[in-house]
């Protein structure tokens, strides 16, 4: 998607909505930890994006409106 918006195809509202989805997803450490990992299989302009989004040092928020104590692990009845 983001190659789809440097080609003009993807509008920048419609990136703007991505970019947001990203970065609540990559604020948390698990992401960044994956990320190091497997940085290399993307291009090194979509890598600088990433990057950039990591840089910038928001808190984790996906999730922040879910109480994950009421959700169930798998296994519990």
Do not use: N
Request: glycine content about 10%; some cysteine; charged content about 25%.
């Amino acid at each position: 998607m983001y190659f789809s918006h440097c080609d003009g195809i993807l509008g920048a509202d419609s990136w703007g909505e991505i970019e947001r989805t990203m970065s609540d997803f990559i604020a948390y450490p698990g992401f960044q930890q994956w990320w190091k990992t497997r940085r290399h299989w993307h291009t090194e302009e979509f890598a600088s994006v990433v990057d950039g989004i990591i840089a910038k040092g928001d808190k984790p928020k996906a999730y922040s409106t879910y109480d994950l104590s009421k959700i169930g692990k798998p296994g519990d009845k």
